[in-house]
């Protein structure tokens, strides 16, 4: 047998020429492979139904309410849009198909930068359990979003002002006539519907907070000391808004907000939550004259699987014990 060496120059190249090819007929049939796998699943049908959701298979601690266990039932999801003088607010009501005409009200608000999808899973395991829930998009509260109005315009301000024009909304065309209405915000939504709460307690027979964020105003004071320091762009949970937002949230009263509230408030926050630390949800909970808290051990700012089910049993057990539906 010839040595390397030995061979000639031409034959060399032969030999390494099929190698090369050889390892490139093999490398292209492994990526055809998984490019045939990947268009299969991306082919695949994607349906959503509003068939019962299963909760997790994760175990539920024993001081945990055990709410996912009732029978959850049918619901229908339709879009209800608000259309007013100066503004377009788009939302979905949620309503379970049993034979009763009216139902208990949860109105969901979203946090900061998103939209009423992030709050959609409540409002669809609330219906399950036969209760009417309405989630929507704060003008300018998220992108993307449906509503009218952009992040640069919108302040905790003009977030109550919507979540006012909705309930209003609700109440006139019968969805939340003479029933019992909750209003439920996830991080910067509870603060909103904090203020909310505020003025409107006779008209709202509880509060649900999940993971509140009612650090704003240490935020924006660890800034600026004044609202003439405030440029006319400032950026806050990674998000950028106008000087408008800063100086409506440092005129904000949020500590007397809660004082002014006497309903029943559930306050929910994940021990892990590195945006807004659970002791701001503690520290509320002293403020709140009629409020309970529990901390989701392990999530962090969202709740999600196991912990989205914990969250849940904690709201129909709220829900049961302050008497807004039965047990």
């Known amino acids: 047998m010839k040595r390397w060496k030995d061979l000639k120059p031409i034959t060399r190249y032969l030999i390494l020429l099929a190698i090369t090819l050889g390892l490139l007929i093999n490398f292209g049939s492994v ?60 939302g979905k009501t949620y309503l379970p198909d049993d034979e009763k005409d009216t139902h208990p009200l949860v109105i969901l608000c979203h946090g900061i930068g998103t939209n009423h999808f992030h709050a959609e899973p409540f409002a669809k395991r609330f219906a399950e359990h036969g209760i009417a829930a309405y989630a929507f998009d704060f003008c300018g509260g998220g992108d993307p979003i449906q509503s009218s109005g952009t992040l640069y315009d919108m302040s905790v301000h003009t977030e109550e002002e919507d979540l006012k024009d909705v309930l209003r909304h609700l109440q006139e065309t019968g ?116 409020a309970e808290v529990h901390l989701i051990d392990g999530a962090e700012h969202g709740f999600f699987g196991p912990h989205e089910d914990e969250a849940f049993a904690y709201c129909m057990e709220f829900l049961r014990s302050s008497g807004t539906i039965d047990n």
């Open 31 to 90: 990526c055809a492979h998984y490019v045939r796998e990947w268009i299969k699943a991306a082919q695949a049908p994607v349906t959503e139904t509003a068939a019962p959701a299963q909760p997790s298979a994760a175990p539920t601690p024993s001081s945990v309410p055990k709410a996912t266990e009732d029978t959850a039932g049918s619901y229908t999801i339709e879009e209800h849009p608000i259309t007013l003088e100066n503004k377009y607010i788009y």
């Open 175 to 290: 969805i939340a006539k003479d029933q019992p209405i909750i209003l439920l915000g996830m991080s910067q939504g509870g603060y909103v519907v904090t203020e909310t709460a505020a003025d409107l307690s006779d008209e709202i027979a509880g509060l649900i907070l999940l993971f509140p964020a009612f650090n704003i105003n240490d935020l924006i004071s660890a800034e600026f000391s004044f609202p003439e320091d405030v440029p006319e762009s400032v950026t806050i949970f990674d998000q950028t808004v106008s000087r408008r937002y800063f100086v409506d949230a440092m005129n904000e009263p949020i500590l007397e907000d809660m004082k002014q509230y006497a309903g029943p408030v559930l306050l929910l926050h994940g021990s892990g939550d590195s945006i807004v630390p659970a002791q701001y949800s503690l520290d509320a909970a002293e403020q709140f004259p009629n």
